[in-house]
């Protein structure tokens, strides 16, 4: 069976770029490298033979992003609301007993080793995230029952990763971290992810 992961993207646009990322190089080749990171992650997906299904917004975006990724990747757009309402579509699409990975790309890009790993943790039956510098998250999985517990997360807070961890602990549940990732939003960023030199 076919193994899928949900890969949440925004159009690749000057006003969804970060504005210390922009700042340090420009809107052009800020959009650019986003796609490149992008691309990087979809690659990684596909060549662990599973397949990438990307979730974007805005809705109306579908015409640049099917130009951008082409014909062969399924496209989505996200549901109204915020994140958690778009991750417990996800997860409730998968059978009772199966398990769901998002990612959202960071950094130089999602390796195939972090995919695996994130893996071998949802067939084990747990929750798996992967926080970036800034502790926001490129990686959430785990079965289809955590999809309520992913709905209630304080989506659009700054430090998500913390809230995720307390909130686990309070469930008296375990769960994998996968290691940080660098989120790539300033001129700082770019140097430590050897994107700039």
Known sequence: MTRT???????????????????AVGEKYAVRLLRVIARRTIESIESLGW???????????LPEMRRWLGDTIALYPRPSGDMGSTLATIAGQVSPDGGWLAVR???????????????QAVDEGGLVFGATTREDIYLLGGPCAWGDFVRELPWGEPELAPAIRSRLRDLGAGWAELPRLIEVADEDDLRAAGLLT
């Open 105 to 119: 790309p960071a950094g130089a890009g999602l390796t195939v080793e972090l995919l695996e790993r994130a893996r």
């Open 51 to 61: 397949e990438p299904v990307v979730w974007f917004a805005p809705a109306e975006a």
């Open 5 to 23: 992961v949900a890969v949440l993207l925004d159009a690749p646009r000057p006003d969804h770029v970060p504005r210390g990322l922009a700042l």
